[in-house]
């Protein structure tokens, strides 16, 4: 049984084999309505006030035997209310003993605080202290007690019960706390180490791409002067063979060259260290253009559709000719990567960011990312296509565009299901518009 609930924080629960004992905590720990003699002499002794507020009551809850107490409380514990402190006798024959109770108790709810009830020398102190341990969760009530005393103490242990409680909510949201900052400073060293990384590729990249692209101007302009040769041996019949033999040796040596001249061009433009322009851009008329741009790659894709997800957004902060660029390249990328799908979809979203920045997405129903690759998805050279389809360098361009322009891009990918490509932009000031259209 139960009185009626007073107050969520200070329940109370008396465990004892006589039902004249829960009697006499009840009227002690909640009397009825209204001043008594009781109350009267706690107001005389301690200040109180003389009248019962809402904070000074308890629910109290009996159990007649040990191991009802200890449903009660694991069921308390279960519901989200558990009991503050709990009375309990330490003779309650035949079931467990107070002792035995107290230790079910506690592996149930560490935090309950207990009071054993002793008309008895049951134990010695020192006894309860080798088989309960020394704990601040323990008193001892000597029967008969004192009204006041087990009021005050009542008052004195739910006080304790709930510090104890605020206790553990602060330690647990300073360990939430301590873990989130854990996380953003590994995300943070991830992108320090790895734009240090870029840095260093990017200078000897642009080393490399200068010693190369000089001899391969000079190998391609002679490649294109004998390939003019040898059209004009066209009229010479005794050389037709070993003309189209050099012919397709050139062409062959003019096509690798070529490929070599994009990736040095590709190398060239990842090793721009200087930042690019910043200026007020209407990011949906660069999107749109680059959707343009890219409607070979989407017609190519058998069936892809596409799909506008346009809100009304600011202008961005940014260079329209290097985000053009970005979008571009993902808008690409996403039509490659659905390539065997049975239902292709390429959509292009364009939305505000909780933060003040502006939401570029690009998203696929395409085969989605390996896990193990993700954590190199923006190094140089690093490409999952099959060689000679791609430099490997598309995804760092892309990444060394937006950082510089202070922004960012994420990566949100299911294997199996798709891929995000989600480009955030930092929105101009206030009066670019005006200015703009100005």
Request: with cysteine.
């Amino acid at each position: 049984m139960s009185s009626p609930t007073r107050a969520s924080g200070r329940r109370i629960l008396v465990i004892d084999d006589n039902p004249a004992i829960h009697q006499d905590f009840r009227k002690i720990l909640a009397p009825p309505e209204g001043l008594d003699e009781l109350e009267a002499m706690e107001s005389v002794l301690f200040g109180s006030v003389p009248t019962r507020t809402v904070a000074s009551s308890f629910e109290l809850d009996s159990a007649m035997g040990g191991e009802e107490g200890v449903r009660r409380v694991k069921a308390a514990v279960a519901e989200g209310r558990p009991y503050a402190l709990a009375f309990v006798d330490i003779r309650m024959p035949p079931g467990i003993d107070g002792v035995e109770t107290t230790l079910r108790l506690w592996k149930e709810d560490a935090d309950v605080q207990v009071v054993l009830c002793s008309a008895y020398s049951d134990y010695s102190w020192e006894e309860l202290a080798r088989k309960l341990g020394s704990s601040e969760r323990l008193l001892i009530l000597r029967k008969p007690f004192d009204n006041i005393e087990v009021r005050q103490m009542a008052h004195a242990l739910c006080e304790k019960w709930e510090l104890l409680r605020a206790s553990h909510r602060r330690l647990e949201d300073l360990e939430l706390a301590v873990q989130e900052r854990t996380r953003a400073l590994a995300e943070a060293h991830a992108r320090l180490v790895l734009a240090q990384k870029l840095e260093a590729l990017g200078r000897m990249s642009a080393g490399l791409a200068h010693e190369v692209n000089n001899p391969l101007a000079y190998v391609l302009s002679n490649l294109r002067h004998v390939q003019g040769g040898l059209e004009k041996l066209a009229c010479v019949p005794e050389a037709f063979k070993a003309r189209d033999d050099l012919k397709d040796a050139c062409r062959d040596a003019i096509f690798g060259a070529e490929r070599i001249a994009n990736i040095v061009q590709d190398v060239r433009l990842f090793a721009r260290l200087e930042e690019p322009t910043k200026e007020p851009v209407d990011v949906r008329r660069v999107v749109e253009h680059s959707i343009s741009l890219a409607s070979e790659a989407l017609r190519n894709g058998s069936g892809i559709r596409l799909v506008r997800d346009f809100q009304e957004v600011p202008l961005v902060l940014g260079s329209e000719l290097s985000l053009g660029q970005v979008f571009l390249n993902l808008i690409v990328n996403a039509a490659h990567a659905l390539a065997g799908r049975s239902e292709p979809c390429l959509r292009v979203g364009l939305v505000g960011w909780e933060d003040g920045r502006v939401a570029v997405e690009v998203q696929d129903n395409g085969s989605g990312i390996a896990p193990e690759h993700l954590s190199r998805l923006f190094e140089p050279f690093f490409t999952t296509k099959p060689v000679g389809t791609g430099t490997g360098l598309g995804l760092s361009i892309c990444h060394g565009i937006v950082t510089r322009l202070g922004g960012d891009i994420l990566v949100d990918t299911v294997k199996g299901q798709g891929t995000t490509f989600r480009v955030l932009l930092p929105v101009a000031p206030a009066d670019a518009e005006r200015k703009l259209s100005a």
